[in-house]
């Protein structure tokens, strides 16, 4: 295997693993906003719900998780799993990281001061208006750090999905390093890994730079 | 319940791979390197402990030499980092020593092995040309796998005519898709498929070979000298019988032994 | 800093569209018998509150009297557990004979809150929306008024608050005392009929409270109605025309400021404003 060969063909499946990153973040940071006034329901069964999906969630392998999303439907339903792969990887991904959004912006909305609410009350604002146009653009600012982090590990946390066989550009270097006894694929991995992060860490800085007009 | 154990197994065996092993003993302590998922070579036991024909010839080798046994699980990935860090002296793990042959000092071969198509029974897959269009499954860094990505020796240009083949970490996760109706065939070791087939029922092999090779264990190039000791230690073993007392253990994997009694040779 | 008389000079002359004048005996705020007690501990007993259209009253009191809660619970940020809170001809807060406590309608409240406006201690400005935007913010989203005229109107407000330069700076970059002009502003820019102060210059430097103090002594000459509690005896004593003494939840003495200040009849205001001297 020449070195142009190894390259385009990892190349090809770092394009995979921006996949499931992309899809994963369109997916996860909107349905973790959900998660969280789910959990501050008033409703108190849908608030233990919440939180006992979050403990799974965040207390369980993610590599387990996406085992059971995939083989669960078969294994307890009998349903046919035929095609359900990226499907079941997506779940799997979406649902777990919704839960760690969901903590953030929990920590971020907790984090206002109640001067903000009230002065909002005060002023006719609705509850919409006062989380849509008082409570989230602060929020956004305050959480931006952490959000941050769990994007990066995020990108990283894509090459599990080799567990359902999804050829990602990690589970790729591990078949051509073994193939070719040569350390070169992980050396490849790498260096996409970083530049991918690098990127992120770009955009975020932007962002957090763009919300630093006030304290 | 016992392919969500399969499942649990796995997630354990990860856990157990990242922990390492790094026992220090005095004496010659000779490391044993091996797969810790690739029954019945080398596994995990019912009893949690580490087993397998591999390990207990292995162990038999180190009673003979007066060596202390070591157990070095791996990351399959991982085999050739460890072996050239001296993390462990040999890879021993259903080896496959084919289309290697330059790349480590070998030992004898001491089993033959086949790569098959596991199929569930009742299958329309009869002939390896019937799995054109089919989804096929692997476990990554494995004979069988770089049978199928070999388009000049192996069986590339067959994996050509598969509508995929997916590439999975363990046999395990591959096979449990096979009962889920995931994928439609396995190209596996037949000593392993034997093994998976052992434990579930309604499974054949096709009669069709995909293809045939060696185990032996692999030495760093340099290492001629524990190379020769393991060898005279095995055939020792094999002219005693006890070679072929722990081979009865396995029979999955008992009729493909391939060493014989100095004696008859 | 700027010069805070300089600024203030700026600001006379209220217009009509800042002060509504008309019709000077209306009663604006009817609180009867309020009742309020947090986790058993009795706040507020029986409290009975009037405010007329173009008062000024002030209320003074130690901390832990109630003062605070009393507006609290007048802008219903805290819930009453018994009396009535009426706003003009609108019953907010009723409590029925059994003793159940019943608010009006979400429509109907909707309506009430914008009789009132409320000016914080810790001024509670929006941080992420600059001067002007913290203005204009809420007569365009909540009374849904026409985006320029609210501008326009809003540029009027903050020259008068002699913060006109400042319209396009966020609050971080303001002095306490100019982000609780701005406070002021958002409040006037709702045009309510009664402007509640809660110790408006507890959270600021001597210097930055007489900027603050000017701008509502401005508001009390253009007869705007309002209510504040305060520890500033003297402001209490010069700009307001009614004086209320609470202490440990009951209003205890109420009149003239001339007489309670000068001729307190109740043993306890005297004490304590004999102890506010000596600090």
């Known amino acids: 295997m020449t070195f142009g060969t190894m390259l385009s063909t990892m190349a090809a499946g770092m394009l995979k693993t921006i996949l499931l990153f992309v899809l994963t973040l369109l997916g996860s940071l909107p349905l973790g906003m959900i998660v969280v006034f789910l959990k501050k329901s008033k409703f108190k069964p849908i608030a233990w719900i919440t939180d006992i999906y979050i403990a799974v969630m965040r207390g369980t392998p993610l590599m387990l998780q996406l085992l059971v999303w995939y083989f669960g439907p078969y294994y307890l339903f009998g349903f046919s799993i035929r095609g359900y792969k990226f499907t079941a990887l997506l779940i799997g991904f979406i649902m777990n990281y919704a839960a760690y959004f969901a903590e953030i912006y929990r920590s971020g909305i907790d984090s206002m001061p109640i001067g903000q609410y009230e002065a909002a009350e005060i002023l006719g604002y609705s509850k919409i208006q006062t989380f849509m146009k008082i409570i989230l653009p602060q929020v956004i600012k305050r959480i931006l750090p952490s959000v941050t982090n769990e994007v990066i590990t995020l990108v990283k946390d894509t090459s599990l999905a080799s567990a359902l066989a999804y050829s990602e550009v990690f589970s790729l270097a591990k078949q051509i390093s073994a193939s070719q006894t040569s350390f070169m694929p992980f050396l490849i991995a790498g260096i996409f890994y970083f530049v991918a992060n690098y990127v992120v860490a770009w955009i975020m800085n932007r962002i957090e730079k763009s919300m630093q007009y006030y304290k | ?265 | ?279």
């Open chain 2, 1 to 265: 319940m016992k392919k969500f154990l399969a499942i649990g197994l796995t997630v354990l065996t990860l856990a157990m791979l990242l922990s390492g092993c790094n026992t220090k003993k005095e004496g010659k302590v000779f490391k044993h390197g091996f797969d810790l998922d690739y029954p019945p070579y080398s596994y995990i036991d019912d009893n949690g402990e580490v087993g397998g024909f591999d390990v207990e010839l292995c162990k038999a080798v180190c009673e003979y030499n007066g060596w202390t046994y070591e157990a070095v699980p791996f990351n399959w990935d991982a085999k050739d980092a460890e072996l050239n860090a001296g993390n462990c002296d040999c890879i021993w793990s259903g080896f496959t020593r084919n289309g290697r042959e330059d790349d480590y000092t070998w030992s004898m071969s001491y089993s033959d092995n086949t790569q098959m198509i596991l199929v569930p029974d009742g299958s329309d897959i009869t002939s390896l040309e019937d799995l054109a269009g089919k989804a096929v499954g692997v476990q990554t860094a494995t004979s069988a796998y770089d049978l199928l990505q070999d388009s000049e020796e192996g069986q590339g240009e067959l994996c050509a005519t598969f509508a995929s083949l997916e590439i999975y970490d363990t046999y395990t996760i591959a096979f449990n898709d096979l009962q889920a109706g995931g994928i439609d065939a396995i190209a596996i070791d037949i000593t392993s498929g034997n093994y998976l087939m052992s434990g579930n029922p309604g499974y054949h092999f096709l009669d069709e070979e995909l293809g045939s090779e060696q185990y032996a264990i692999g030495f760093r190039k340099d290492d001629t000298e524990l190379c020769e000791q393991v060898n005279t230690a095995l055939q020792a073993l094999v002219d005693n019988g006890t070679y072929d007392a722990i081979g009865q253990k396995y029979p999955e994997i008992y009729e493909f032994l391939c060493l014989k009694p100095s004696n008859a040779q």
């Open chain 3, 1 to 279: 800093m700027m010069n805070s008389d300089n600024e203030v000079s700026k600001m006379t002359n209220f217009s009509e569209e800042t002060v509504n004048t008309s019709n000077p005996e209306k009663v604006i705020l009817t609180m009867n018998k309020i009742q309020k007690s947090f986790d058993g501990l009795v706040v507020l007993k029986d409290i009975n509150l009037t405010v007329r259209h173009g008062e000024v009253v002030s209320i003074i009191g130690p901390s832990g009297s109630g003062k605070s809660t009393l507006l609290r619970c007048a802008t219903f940020l805290e819930k009453i557990d018994g009396g009535e809170i009426i706003y003009l001809d609108k019953k907010a807060v009723t409590t029925s004979f059994s003793g159940k406590v019943c608010y009006t309608g979400k429509a109907e409240m909707k309506e009430i809150k914008k009789y009132f406006g409320l000016v914080f201690q810790q001024f509670n400005l929006f941080p992420h929306h600059s001067v002007l935007k913290n203005v204009m913010e809420a007569p365009v989203n909540v009374l849904k008024r026409d985006k320029a005229e609210v501008e326009k109107e809003a540029r009027i407000l903050l020259e008068k608050m002699g913060l006109a330069d400042k319209a396009d700076q966020y609050p971080c970059n303001l002095s306490g005392g100019q982000q609780q002009r701005v406070a002021i502003a958002r409040a006037l820019a709702m045009k309510p009929e009664i402007l509640f102060f809660d110790e408006p210059t507890s959270a600021l430097d001597p210097e930055l409270t007489i900027e603050v103090l000017k701008i509502i002594r401005q508001l009390a000459e253009e007869k705007m109605t309002m209510v504040i509690v305060t520890h500033e005896m003297s402001f209490a004593a010069n700009v307001s025309n009614r004086v209320i003494f609470m202490d440990g939840g009951v209003i205890v003495e109420e009149g003239d400021p001339k007489d309670v200040f000068g001729n307190p009849r109740q043993e306890r205001t005297k004490q304590f404003l004999k102890s506010y001297k000596e600090e």
